[in-house]
């Protein structure tokens, strides 16, 4: 068998996502009625969650995603906690096509990073002296075919002038 001198690299070379970086870009946690706030758990609190996605391009095959989740717990009138978190991350996309390069890159980057950040609220929350917050699972595709939708719309009751 002859060797063409690829050693198999051109077909192994596909689509490929790697994580160079994550870190936290802006964390925020508020206990914004302790003490008192403690005396009153004995109620399960309302939970308003909400999930952004964005991205940076940073070169030619490097972009930062940042995942934003926003939250807070409350009993009635009274907050409980307050949360913001930044999780970002740079990740190296290549051999992609572009047509599907916005759907990696608002799908699968913050796929990634949503352990983390889970994770950081989890940690924060219970440092407020709260039970952890386990955010449930988000679905990154759903919200990005949601994205998608709107912008469609958008742009079809957008007049042109």
Do not use: W
Not at 8 to 28: E, F, I, R
Not at 58 to 86: H, M, R, Y
Request: proline share 7%; charged share 15%.
């Amino acid at each position: 068998m002859a060797n063409d001198g690829t050693n198999g690299a051109a077909q192994a070379a596909g689509p490929t996502l790697t994580a160079l970086a994550q870190y936290v870009k802006d964390m925020s946690f508020e206990n914004p009625n302790a003490p008192r706030v403690f005396s009153n758990q004995n109620q399960n609190p309302q939970i308003q969650l909400q999930v952004n996605v964005g991205a940076t391009q940073l070169g030619d095959s490097d972009i930062e995603s940042v995942l934003s989740l926003e939250g807070k717990a409350e009993i009635g009138p009274d907050t409980l906690f307050v949360f913001e978190l930044s999780y970002a991350g740079v990740f190296r996309i290549t051999g992609v096509p572009a047509e599907h390069m916005a759907a990696v890159v608002m799908i699968e980057c913050p796929r990634l990073l949503f352990p983390f950040a889970r994770q950081i609220v989890a940690d924060a929350v219970r440092n407020g002296g709260f039970p952890p917050l386990y955010i449930d699972p988000v679905d990154f595709a759903a919200l990005y075919q949601q994205r998608m939708a709107e912008m469609e719309g958008k742009a079809e009751t957008t007049p042109i002038s």
